[in-house]
């Protein structure tokens, strides 16, 4: 008959020391991981470059998420050489050039640029000849009445403000619609 042995340190209680030494690592470590996550999301505005990228808005309600407008940029399907291939879900560099006011696609990278203006993105989906990107920048939420608003009167051209850090993350900070609707 096999028995398993249980070393005698699992038998003992914890002592009160032992206690509040695991509660405040535990407290650190959740503290820890939310100020990754929120500089993580702010870097891109303290320390990247302002562009305005050109957009159409698609959707701007969700049950779950609340109010928002999901967007499509002119930089989400890029053309592509025919029979060049990306991976789902890898990493890309989009590079963008500015042309009256707007940052628009220049070149796609699969490795980082050395210079320039670039956005990093994961593919979604890789046709023969297009590649869907997405830069984590697709949702742009506002209140209630503005998302209605946009939904119901917006002729579907606007702009974005975004800020790009220098290892390409992207944040959306500011929407614009060109129309009466905003």
Known sequence: MNTMTIPDWLHKKPGKRTIQIGLILTLCFQMAVLSVEYLGSVLPIWTGEEIILKTEPVDPRS??????VR????????PTE???????ASVVY?????SKGIWQFDTLNAAKPH????????????DSDT????YGIEAFFMPREKALKVQNEMGGQAQVRVFVAPNGKARAVGFQCL???C
Do not use: W
């Open 179 to 181: 129309g009466d609707a």
């Open 115 to 126: 210079q320039g203006t670039y956005i990093r993105g994961r593919v979604r989906r890789s």
């Open 94 to 98: 989009v590079s963008l050039v500015e």
């Open 63 to 68: 049950l779950f998420r609340g109010n928002f």
């Open 71 to 78: 967007l499509n940029y002119e930089i989400n399907r890029i």
């Open 82 to 88: 025919p029979h060049t291939e990306f991976k789902i």
């Open 131 to 134: 590649v869907q990107v997405e």
